[in-house]
Nanobody
Framework: QVQLVESGGDLVQVGGSLRLSCTAS????????VGWYRQAPGKQRELVAL???????NYPDSVKGRFTISRDNAKNMAYLQMNSLQPEDTAVYYC????????WGQGTQVTVSS
């Protein structure tokens, strides 16, 4: 079974940057689209970045121009570069496969302080 492990979260100030990492076990990583999600307290989990198997990316307007998703199939890893962080970006961040689905990892906490 696929196991997802997220890391890289931290406490940063407004305007700061972070790079999150996602490690996936198993041999199906390269054949699946990968997404980064976030869930803030009291809110539903939302998709904030998507990268397809052909490296096409998509973002909601709330993070477009600030977040960049990438993947390294040789390492079974995905990344989320987050710049110009705002307090509303505070959340637990997760990675997963939007189409295939997998058990959710523990996530990584991102806190943006003003």
């Amino acid at each position: 079974q696929v196991q997802l492990v997220e890391s890289g979260g931290d406490l940063v100030q407004v305007g700061g940057s972070l790079r999150l990492s996602c490690t996936a076990s198993g041999s199906t990583f390269s054949s699946n689209a990968v997404g980064w999600y976030r869930q803030a307290p009291g809110k539903q989990r939302e998709l904030v970045a998507l990268i397809t198997t052909t490296n096409v990316t998509n973002y909601p307007d709330s993070v477009k121009g600030r977040f960049t998703i990438s993947r390294d199939n040789a390492k079974n890893m995905a990344y989320l570069q987050m710049n110009s962080l705002q307090p509303e970006d505070t959340a637990v961040y997760y990675c997963n496969f939007p189409l295939k689905g997998a058990p959710w990892g523990q996530g990584t906490q991102v806190t943006v302080s003003s």
